[in-house]
């Protein structure tokens, strides 16, 4: 089996930033594709960014060019840096991997990220 540490949420103003860690361990061969995912009060979850094993990347719209993913594969860890954040991003952000040969997706524990003054 797969399990998903997270860790960099936090409490930042507008205009912020923070850096969002999964660590991934267990059956790590098994993921082709990691990402973020995030559920503001009130709302459904969304994706925020996903990750290939080649590197390609998928962003929100509404996090373009203010968040970037990455993956480190020596250390089984995909990041998610977010600057310029606003208030709308406030959500309990998620870890994700999904694997290979239908063995179903993986989820973090969540970690709370919230933008206020």
């Known amino acids: 089996q797969v399990r998903l540490v997270e860790s960099g949420g936090g409490l930042v103003q507008p205009g912020g930033s923070l850096r969002l860690s999964c660590v991934a361990s267990?059956?790590?061969?098994?993921?082709?594709?990691m990402g973020w995912y995030r559920r503001a009060p009130g709302k459904q979850r969304e994706l925020v960014a996903r990750?290939?094993?080649?590197?390609?990347?998928h962003y929100a719209d509404s996090v373009k060019g203010r968040f970037t993913i990455s993956r480190d594969n020596d250390k089984n860890t995909v990041y998610l840096q977010m600057n310029d954040l606003k208030p709308e991003d406030t959500a309990v952000y998620y870890c994700?991997?999904?694997?290979?040969?239908?063995?179903?997706?993986?989820w973090g524990q969540g970690t709370q990220v919230t933008v206020s003054s």
């Open positions: 994700n991997a999904d694997r290979r040969y239908n063995l179903g997706a993986v």
């Open positions: 990750i290939t094993t080649d590197g390609s990347t």
């Open positions: 267990g059956s790590i061969l098994s993921i082709y594709r």
